[in-house]
């Protein structure tokens, strides 16, 4: 385990030509080379060439460290952020720290900015959360994004000599199963988008707020059996929370299991008939809100569009989801005629779904992947029942996101009525303690 704080790396842009950007402050880039101002990198042969005011070139090297002097702020210009979402976007950005360019074999080029773990969750928590959100929630937010981060390079230390695939996928004529992770990118820890953990650097003013939940709960960790835990989390779990071995790999973990986002206790779903009548509900639970002080506070201006996260209907004739999921998957079911889940967590969340064409059937797992196959972007979740009317599929769901761990809207209203940051985390990680590591 860890005992001071480390430093991160995050991935800001990917897999481009070109990058376009301002030195805010003095950097250096080789042992005489002072650089600031306006720039441009651009992949010429295997390098980068990187050019100052004037088109004159600067350096050029398979790799570009910016040093910051006294300082380091940049921006980068045309960061895409929400990438396969349906609030995908693109907007110039502001990052403190040091930028690192590196070509890639592709012949494109990476963005890299490595900033200390404390200033990079300032920035996350004012990306996730609205600066008007409850302290305690600020705090809770905090303690559960600096546990999977740190956990995240934990895991990247015990597997740097073998790797661990970024995606896992196990494929039969009958099956196909597919879970994508986050520890695995390759020459940084993390990116910037909601892959990860939503990260615009300083792009956005870091709210005193957050920055003050920041400080209070500076290196105090998720434990669980002297390991920082792996704390996921999420939008909106629907009124129950998952168990992480149905979203990711097949190893159940303690304290990821499945909790009510509630006071009282719901039934956990274990056949179709209580899927149904859950999913077709509208149950007590903290994430049920329709209170548009609460989301405002709690959601970013971009995340404020999504507003039926709770309960939701999506519909498609059946040449729709039959073309949908050809583009999405690649296979060739033909007309597509029945969708039939074969396993569901104790959520309702489907991770194996039959679905049955006139050309072929297939079940397709895990939540993600059956997500990603059912939308254009992301489906909200994986929750849902079909009803069929006629020619058209009617998808009944609940939640937005994984639902593993900790409920974002859930803790906002937690914290509006008064609960502590501590209580919070833990109704979400049960078994897990709080520890001050640094």
């Not at 004159?56 to 929400?82: A, H, Q, Y």
């Not at 990711?248 to 719901?266: E, G, K, M, Q």
Request: some cysteine.
């Amino acid at each position: 385990m860890i005992s001071s704080e480390p430093d991160i790396k995050v991935g800001i842009i990917e897999h481009v030509k070109e990058i376009r950007g301002v030195l805010l402050e003095k950097f250096k880039i080789a042992a005489d080379v002072i650089v600031t101002g306006e720039f441009v990198a651009k992949v010429v042969g295997s390098d980068i060439v990187l050019y100052g005011g004037k088109d004159i070139e600067l350096i050029r090297s398979s790799e570009i460290t910016f040093t910051p002097l006294n300082g380091g702020k940049f921006i980068l210009r045309d960061v895409v952020f929400g990438i396969n979402f349906h609030w995908e976007r693109k907007e110039d950005e502001t990052f403190d720290g040091a930028l690192k360019l590196v070509a890639r074999a592709d012949g494109t080029i990476t963005a890299i900015n490595q900033i200390s773990v404390e200033k990079y969750l300032a920035s996350v928590i004012s990306s996730e959360m609205s600066a008007t959100a409850p302290a305690e929630l600020l705090k809770a937010h905090a303690m559960t994004s600096r546990s999977w981060l740190v956990a995240m390079l934990e895991m990247k230390k015990r597997f740097s000599t073998v790797g661990v695939p970024s995606q896992r996928s196990f494929q039969t004529d009958d099956e196909i199963t597919r879970w994508y992770d986050r520890e695995d990118h390759d020459i940084f820890d993390v990116c910037a988008d909601d892959h990860c953990q939503r990260y615009q650097g300083i792009t956005k003013i870091i709210s005193v707020e957050a920055q003050k939940a920041i400080e209070e709960t500076r290196g105090v960790f998720l434990v669980y059996d002297n390991e920082i835990c792996d704390a996921r989390f999420y939008k909106a779990c629907g009124g129950l929370t998952e168990q992480f071995e149905n979203a990711w790999a097949n190893t159940p973990i303690p304290y990821l299991r499945t909790v009510s986002c509630s006071s009282a206790d719901h039934q956990h779903i274990s056949s179709e008939e209580e899927a149904s009548k859950w999913i077709l509900s509208s149950p007590k639970a903290f994430c049920n809100t329709t209170d548009g002080n609460i989301l405002r506070q709690v959601l970013p201006s971009f995340d404020q569009e999504t507003t039926d996260f709770f309960r939701w209907e999506v519909e498609y004739s059946a040449r729709e989801i039959s073309e949908l999921i050809l583009k999405k998957s690649g296979i060739d079911f033909g007309e597509v005629l029945e969708l039939i889940p074969i396993h569901r967590g104790p959520s309702g969340r489907i991770n194996k779904l039959k679905i049955v064409g006139s050309k072929k059937t297939l079940i397709v797992g895990k939540e993600l992947e059956i997500r990603r196959w059912f939308s254009k972007s992301h489906l909200y979740s994986s929750a849902f029942v079909v009803t069929k009317e006629n020619d058209t599929f009617i998808l009944h769901g609940a939640g937005w996101g994984h639902g593993v761990g900790l409920c974002q809207i859930g803790a906002a209203v937690m914290a509006v009525e008064g609960w502590k940051a501590e209580d919070i985390v833990k109704h979400y990680f049960r078994n897990a303690q709080l520890q001050k590591i640094y």
